[in-house]
């Protein structure tokens, strides 16, 4: 007796049974032991940031944004109402603990409910929140809320390949580099290639574990230094 051979199936990915689109991130804090992330207000908001930005001087931090730096309170202050308003990107300001100012702005944003995807962007740390503890805590919070809350399956961070700090960042947070999308963007009138990592959330309770022994206190010395540096909790833990 002959027959004719029946083709294998094409390959599919894990299946992912009981899947549903997860819920926006609400407006609500997330509350850490140096630093407090909270939605974006400029009426609460925008004098702090103003005057914590202005440290820096030069404007370099704005270099990757889209935007182009502020130099009147006024018109930055109207910026953050317009953008305050928007449910993606979602701004969120984050607070110095130690002094209750807002010293930094850091969003959800490109929000995919459908398949679980959200990224962080529009970073901008001022001088008093760059490499402090605050600085680190921001970033644990909001990927805490992002896969321990909301149940997100991947978390993205994108920058200009160009930018050194960004792509350093990144790795020392523990996203993994994904690649290079060349001509991704244009803006303000140059091209952006852009650089693309990201976290899942098969990898999140391990690094979840590092974030913590970092934020312990017994991880810093009677002077606020580190003991362990997180990049090196990050690989142990992977």
Sequence with gaps: MTGTATAPLPPTGRPLPGWTARSRPPRTAMQGRFCRV????????????FAANALEGTGRSWTYLTQEPFHDL???RAWLVHV???????FHAIIDLSTGKAVGVA????IDLA??????????YSPLLQQTSAATEAMYLMMRRVF?????????????????????????????????F??????????RD???????????PALKGAYQQWLAATNFDQNGRQIQALADLVKVMR
């Design 74 to 76: 006024d018109a930055y």
């Design 148 to 180: 321990d809350e909301l149940g997100y399956r991947r978390y993205e961070w994108k920058c200009d390949s160009l930018n050194v700090p960004s792509r350093a960042a990144a790795l020392r947070l523990g996203f993994r580099y994904e690649g290079l």
């Design 194 to 204: 852009t650089a693309w990592f990201s976290i899942i959330d098969s990898e999140w």
């Design 107 to 110: 969003a959800f944003m490109r």
């Design 38 to 49: 909270e939605p974006l207000e400029a009426a609460r908001h925008a004098a702090d940031l």
């Design 182 to 191: 060349r001509q991704a963007v244009v803006y303000k009138n140059r091209n």
């Design 115 to 124: 398949n679980g995807v959200i990224e962080v962007g529009n970073i901008n």
């Design 84 to 90: 305050a308003k928007a449910d993606d990107p979602l």
